[in-house]
């Protein structure tokens, strides 16, 4: 049987509950999943592209069915590589809509095999998102709810 297999990306500046969330819901539908740390030269950073990959790995250590890496291009170029046409994304709101709406009809353009697929979190965390946490975290408030412990603990690096 083909092996079903699909890509998440996004910035993960940091990985969120709401992100790992999304991930385990797409781990049981799909064989594989390539969760994919993409660069926007557009966006603030907190951390670095490595340091986010590395949060990412260690927020998902163990689970065989889930690969973590970054792409620095297109998400078609980075889909094609991974020789899969599945996006996977994340709607909190029908706020997201609109912009994610936008993206998977230009990817589409860009490749017609491609397919994005929305999963919907847990309502605890519809109002999350990793610019909550930054800014939070830049005021030194607690975000020991929205986040693992080990990206807590680097928030609290980075504050000092
Ligand atoms: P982007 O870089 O595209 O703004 P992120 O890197 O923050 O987005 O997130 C990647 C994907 O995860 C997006 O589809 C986003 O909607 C989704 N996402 C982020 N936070 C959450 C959350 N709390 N619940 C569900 N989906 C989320």
Known sequence: MKKKTAVYPGSF?????????????????????FVSVFTHSSKKNMFSVPE?????????????????DCFDGLLVDY???????????????ISDLEYEFQIAAINRTLYPGIETVFFMPRQRYTYLSSSVVRDIAHFRGDVSKLVPPHVAKAIARRGK
């Open 52 to 68: 986010r990959v590395v949060m990412l790995k260690t927020a998902l250590k163990g689970k065989k069915n889930i690969t973590v």
């Open 13 to 33: 500046d940091p990985v969120t509950f709401g992100h790992l969330d999304i991930i385990e819901r797409a781990a049981k539908i799909f064989d594989h999943i």
């Open 79 to 93: 889909v094609k590589k991974k020789k899969t046409d599945v996006v996977i994304r994340g709607l909190r709101a």
